[in-house]
C-alpha cells in the first residue's frame, strides 16, 4: 500500500548547505536538493516570500518541494535566503533591500546553477519571490518561471513586457482567495505576456496550506519542468 506523502514527509535525497556570493560582497547561506542516486532533469530555484512577513527558504511549500521533488521528479531544488533573511539554516549577510538590491542575490543565484552545470533552471518564485523573478530574472540560462501568488506590486507592467520579449514560458497560479490580487484581476495583467499561462486555483489563498493545495502547487510545477513525473504519487 505504502505511506501516505504527509506535510513532514522527507524523501530520500543528496542534501547539501551551499553558500551564494553576490556582486556587491555578501554570502548568502541556503540548501541543494539532488535526486539520491541519478542525475537532476531540472533545477527549481526557490525565491521565497517578503523576509519582513516571515518569508524564507523554508516557506512552507519551498520546503515541500526540496522534501518531495528530487526523489519523485528528478528535480535539483536549490533554496537560499535573501539578504538580511534568517531561518534554520542560517542568515544571508546584508539587510532587506525592498526587492532592489536582491537582484543581486538572483544572480548569485543564477551564477551558482550556471557554474555547478545544473540543468535546465526554472525559477519558482513565491509572492515577494515572484516579483524577484520578474524584475531581475531575465537571465538567458532561465527556462522559464512558474508564480505562485503573485502580487503584482513591485513588479510592473513594464517588466511584464520585458519578461514578454524575454519570450520564455511563465506561468502564474492564482488562488481563488488570495488576498492582492485574485484569478479575475490576473488575467488581464498577464495577457501583457503573450505566453503567459494564468492558473487560477479553487479555494486556495495566498498562503497555500493545507496539503491538497500543496499536491496542486507542487503537480502544476512538475507538470511544467518534468512532465513525464505527473501526477506526482501521493504515497510512497
Same mark, same amino acid.
Given at each position: 500500500?505504502?505511506?501516505?506523502?504527509?506535510?513532514?514527509?522527507?524523501?530520500?535525497?543528496?542534501?547539501?548547505?551551499?553558500?551564494?556570493h553576490?556582486?556587491?560582497?555578501?554570502?548568502?547561506?541556503?540548501?541543494?536538493? &539532488?535526486?539520491?542516486?541519478?542525475?537532476?532533469?531540472?533545477?527549481?530555484?526557490?525565491?521565497?516570500?517578503?523576509?519582513?512577513?516571515?518569508?524564507?527558504?523554508?516557506?512552507?511549500?519551498?520546503?515541500?518541494?526540496s522534501?518531495?521533488?528530487?526523489? &519523485?521528479?528528478?528535480?535539483?531544488?536549490?533554496?537560499?535566503?535573501?539578504?538580511? /533573511?534568517?531561518?534554520?539554516?542560517? /542568515?544571508?549577510? @546584508?539587510?532587506?533591500?525592498?526587492?532592489?538590491?536582491?537582484?543581486?542575490?538572483?544572480?548569485?543565484?543564477?551564477?551558482?546553477?550556471?557554474?555547478?552545470d545544473?540543468?535546465?533552471?526554472?525559477?519558482? @518564485?513565491?509572492?515577494?519571490?515572484?516579483?524577484?523573478?520578474?524584475?531581475?530574472?531575465?537571465d538567458?540560462?532561465?527556462?522559464?518561471?512558474?508564480?505562485?501568488?503573485?502580487?503584482?506590486?513591485?513588479?510592473?507592467?513594464?517588466? &511584464?513586457?520585458?519578461?514578454?520579449?524575454?519570450?520564455?514560458?511563465?506561468?502564474?497560479?492564482?488562488?481563488?482567495?488570495?488576498?492582492? &490580487?485574485?484569478?479575475?484581476?490576473?488575467?488581464?495583467?498577464?495577457?501583457?505576456v503573450?505566453?503567459?499561462?494564468?492558473?487560477?486555483?479553487?479555494?486556495?489563498?495566498?498562503?497555500?496550506?493545507?496539503?491538497?493545495?500543496?499536491?496542486?502547487?507542487?503537480?502544476?510545477?512538475?507538470?511544467?519542468?518534468?512532465?513525464?513525473?505527473?501526477?506526482?504519487?501521493?504515497?510512497?
Amino acid at each position: 500500500m505504502g505511506t501516505d506523502i504527509r506535510a513532514s514527509t522527507v524523501l530520500a535525497a543528496r542534501r547539501e548547505n551551499i553558500e551564494l556570493h553576490t556582486a556587491d560582497g555578501l554570502t548568502l547561506v541556503g540548501e541543494l536538493a &539532488l535526486p539520491a542516486s541519478r542525475p537532476p532533469v531540472a533545477t527549481l530555484v526557490c525565491l521565497h516570500p517578503l523576509p519582513t512577513h516571515g518569508g524564507m527558504m523554508d516557506s512552507h511549500v519551498l520546503r515541500k518541494a526540496s522534501y518531495r521533488l528530487p526523489a &519523485l521528479a528528478d528535480l535539483a531544488v536549490l533554496r537560499f535566503n535573501t539578504r538580511g /533573511t534568517t531561518s534554520e539554516r542560517g /542568515t544571508s549577510q @546584508g539587510s532587506f533591500a525592498e526587492g532592489e538590491g536582491e537582484r543581486w542575490d538572483v544572480a548569485a543565484a543564477l551564477e551558482y546553477v550556471d557554474f555547478h552545470d545544473l540543468p535546465n533552471p526554472w525559477l519558482v @518564485g513565491w509572492s515577494f519571490g515572484t516579483e524577484l523573478a520578474l524584475k531581475w530574472g531575465r537571465d538567458p540560462i532561465v527556462a522559464g518561471a512558474i508564480l505562485l501568488s503573485p502580487p503584482l506590486h513591485r513588479a510592473t507592467d513594464e517588466d &511584464l513586457d520585458a519578461w514578454a520579449a524575454f519570450g520564455r514560458p511563465m506561468v502564474a497560479l492564482v488562488p481563488e482567495f488570495d488576498d492582492y &490580487l485574485r484569478p479575475t484581476e490576473a488575467a488581464p495583467r498577464f495577457a501583457r505576456v503573450p505566453q503567459a499561462e494564468v492558473v487560477g486555483v479553487e479555494g486556495a489563498k495566498h498562503l497555500w496550506v493545507g496539503e491538497p493545495y500543496v499536491r496542486i502547487v507542487l503537480n502544476e510545477i512538475v507538470k511544467r519542468v518534468n512532465p513525464a513525473a505527473v501526477p506526482l504519487p501521493t504515497t510512497v
